[in-house]
């Protein structure tokens, strides 16, 4: 079957980064976490996002893309997330200009209002619980200064490039092939053989797409919302404007999306900019 070819090209970087970068938190932190620079460089580092800006890093976890935003000549950047584990690495890593903390974006809100000129939230909100996502939109508007933005990039679950299972999924339209109940038996079924044979530390043992509510302790069950529906949230939000694209799709497909947004056939990840 197309989905179990380990010759399509995703196996390579899976045996090549993931596997060697899970073994443990550090490494996974320097490999994995500070190693997508490609997606980086091509829609994050702007220097009117970056430069000389106070910066957020919601849902950082062991915060090496957040000590890349540091590196990007930002004025201050602090990281938070709930996982302790997560954050207690962080924070070997900090600096007068960087600071990670374990708290919530709500908590945050009580000391950092008005603050950030950037947020920046990687692969983060499809994480977030659908009832909690109102509640987690609106402290990103608190926590902005005037005029600041908000940048999210949301991984869609059904995307094989998204949701974590680029490597457990070799097909690029796995909705075309399985409904969901099926794909995410599948993601859960593939996790756990990469576990028996240790390969596979981020997810724990018993990690489940559909019942568990966390990675140990970070918080990791998917929302499974459909993009439409997130845009739903983002527009009743304060933001003042919102710009978003599909990352992970052909021009092709990109306009069957936009034809079709409701379809979850041409649905991918997104990128937002939400405007304050
Ligand atoms: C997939 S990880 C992404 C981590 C990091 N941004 C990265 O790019 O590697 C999702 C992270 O979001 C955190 N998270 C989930 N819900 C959160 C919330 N409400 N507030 C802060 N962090 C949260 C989880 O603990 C987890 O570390």
Redesign the pocket.
């Known amino acids: 079957m197309g989905l179990i070819n380990k010759s399509y090209i995703g196996w390579d970087r899976f045996n090549k980064s993931i596997i060697n970068s899970h073994q443990d938190l550090e490494t996974y932190r320097a490999s994995y ?1 500070m190693g ?1 620079l490609d997606f980086y460089d091509r829609y994050i580092r702007r220097e009117s996002w970056l430069y000389n800006k106070r910066i957020l ?6 915060g ?2 957040t000590q890349l935003f540091s590196e990007s000549g930002a004025k201050e950047v602090v990281g ?4 302790k584990r ?1 954050i207690k690495i962080a924070k070997k890593y900090e600096n007068e200009k960087l600071k990670y903390y374990r708290t ?2 709500t908590e945050l809100k009580k000391e950092y209002k008005g603050y950030f000129d950037t947020i920046i ?4 909100f499809e ?2 619980q659908k009832e ?1 996502l109102p509640t ?1 939109i609106d402290d990103c508007y608190e926590l902005l200064s005037k005029n600041g933005i908000c940048i999210i990039v949301y991984n869609f679950f059904y995307d094989k490039y998204g949701a ?1 299972v680029e490597h457990c999924i070799y097909h690029p339209f796995p909705q075309f092939l399985l409904q969901k109940k099926h794909y995410l038996e599948y993601c859960d079924k593939r996790l756990e053989e990469f576990h028996k044979k240790g390969l596979y530390g981020y997810f724990p043992l018993g990690y489940s797409y559909c019942k568990n509510t966390h990675n140990e ?4 069950e998917l929302n499974r919302l459909m993009s439409f529906k997130f845009k739903k949230l983002l527009r009743e939000s304060k933001f003042k404007k919102i710009e978003d694209f599909q990352y992970s799709r052909s021009e092709f497909v990109k306009l069957l999306f936009n034809t079709f947004p409701k379809s979850r056939l041409f649905e991918s990840s997104h990128f937002y900019i939400l405007y304050k």
């Open positions: 976490d997508s890093d919601l849902g950082c976890f062991v090496g893309k938070i997330d709930l996982s997560g919530s974006s939230s990687f692969t983060v994480h977030i909690l987690v974590h302790d970070c918080y990791m």
